[in-house]
């Protein structure tokens, strides 16, 4: 059974949605692969981290609606 790390509304204590909670032996993994995205993303010119940067809130956009809703 995975454990799940749920988040709370502070207002009214209402559950608003919950993950997966990274274990002690999957750590070491997780961090290495942030250190190599970020190693690619510091690769990246200015130009091209505007250009991702904007391309995810053009897609975030299209699908905020959706999101409001849950």
Do not use: F
Not at 11 to 38: C, D, F, H, R
Not at 41 to 55: C, F, G, M, N, P
Not at 63 to 70: F, K, P, R
């Amino acid at each position: 059974m995975m454990l799940m790390l749920v988040s709370y509304d502070p207002v009214n204590q209402a559950a608003l949605g919950e993950v997966p909670i990274t274990t002690a032996e999957k750590m070491s993994a997780v961090v290495k692969q942030a250190k190599n995205a970020q190693k690619a993303w510091a690769a990246l010119s200015l130009i091209e981290r505007q250009d991702k940067v904007t391309l995810a809130y053009e897609n975030l956009a299209k699908v905020q609606e959706a999101l409001d809703s849950c």
